[in-house]
């Protein structure tokens, strides 16, 4: 599937209406780390497919669904699972470490 990119209009029915897990990356264009985690990612959405949706939200361009949960730092990653964020990652992480904090959320 890929990752797909999420805006404040769609979040509810992206994110929260999923019928699987969904990973939600809070990222900006002007955001280092941000970048760094993009081709993990990448690679993670594939590795999961079919299992965990991916889902990119620029903030600059989409305040209010990081807002509603009060993201103050990027990137800034969420686990959805029936609706609910279950489970939050912020900072830049190796990719092996982004694996199996899904692992351990979905």
């Not at 797909?4 to 897990?21: A, H, L, N, T």
Request: charged share 25%.
């Amino acid at each position: 599937m890929g990752i797909i990119k999420v805006s404040d209009d769609s979040f509810e029915s992206d994110v929260k209406q999923s019928s699987i897990p969904v990973l939600v990356d809070f990222w900006a264009e002007w955001c280092g780390p941000c970048r760094q985690i993009g081709p993990a990612l990448e690679e993670l959405s594939a590795e999961f497919d079919g299992r965990l949706v991916v889902a990119k939200v620029n903030i600059d361009e989409n305040p209010h669904s990081p807002a509603g949960l009060g993201v103050r730092g990027i990137p800034a990653m969420y686990i959805f699972k029936d609706g609910e964020a279950v489970s939050n990652m912020v900072g830049a992480y190796p990719k092996n470490s982004i694996k199996k904090w899904i692992e351990d959320s979905i």
